[in-house]
């Protein structure tokens, strides 16, 4: 399957600060990345869909200001965590589809902690 | 609001036995997908289900879908402890191309 690059796999950053996560897609044009967060032991919850040259469309309950989105290019999608605090400490998956739209390629996850 | 669920939520099984995890979604869908995730790690695909009546099978995982009730199945056969991990279905409505994800499924396979 197709490769999709996330960065850092862990951060840890001071509260008040902000933090930025990238996706890549290595190997494949990605038309639409996904972001979601995950809280220990639960599922995966969708953040926003990005589709390149747009701007994102957020899911509802999450905050557009604090989680910024960003897909300029058809291989990279970032999300900058602004004014983080610790209860944005959690798990953060992108992942991407291509032109076919079928299948999604997940990254490997950030764990952000914010202390 | 768009539900998906799975059952159950947390499994405990001996080695050597069957068992089915069940997704149920509330939308219309023609694309449910299974995944799996080890602890500290991302997603695994497993299977992609694409039309009614799709059964995939891949070493003693075998997934099902039907689209008619609204209903996936991950059947697990002879289970070995490898298999103990957490597995997700999630499905796409047929109106967009967002993956919503199950409440997961929990498996722990003992010797």
């Known amino acids: 399957g197709a490769v999709v690059s996330q960065h850092p796999s862990w951060v840890i950053c001071k509260s008040g600060t902000s933090v930025k996560i990238e996706c890549r897609s290595l190997?494949?044009?990605?038309?639409?990345m996904f972001w979601y967060r995950q809280f220990p032991k639960q599922s995966l919850m969708l953040m926003a869909t990005?589709?390149?040259?747009?701007?994102?469309?957020?899911e509802q309950g999450v905050e557009k200001d604090k989680f910024l989105i960003n897909h300029a290019s058809l291989t990279l999608s970032t999300l900058t965590v602004t004014s983080a605090h610790p209860e944005d400490s959690s798990f953060y998956i992108c992942?991407?589809?291509?032109?076919?739209?079928?299948?999604?390629?997940f990254g490997q996850g950030t764990r952000l902690t914010v202390v | 609001e768009l539900k998906v669920e799975q059952n159950p939520l947390f499994l405990s099984m001996q080695e050597g036995k069957n068992y089915t995890i069940y997704c149920n979604y509330s939308?219309?869908?023609?694309?449910l997908y299974w995944y799996r995730q080890d602890p500290g790690k991302s997603l695994e695909s497993l299977f992609v289900?694409?039309?009614?009546?799709a059964v995939k099978q891949e070493g003693r995982l075998m997934a099902s879908l039907d689209t008619k009730a609204r209903l996936s199945t991950l059947h697990i056969t002879a289970a070995v402890h490898d298999l103990s991990a957490t597995y997700f279905c999630?499905?796409?409505?047929?109106?967009?191309?967002?993956?919503?994800f199950g409440t997961g499924t929990s498996l722990t396979v003992i010797p």
């Open positions: 999630a499905v796409v409505p047929i109106t967009g191309n967002q993956f919503y």
């Open positions: 992942s991407a589809s291509g032109q076919s739209n079928t299948e999604a390629f």
């Open positions: 289900l694409l039309s009614n009546g």
């Open positions: 190997d494949f044009q990605a038309t639409t």
């Open positions: 939308t219309t869908s023609d694309r």
């Open positions: 990005s589709n390149e040259g747009s701007k994102a469309t957020y």
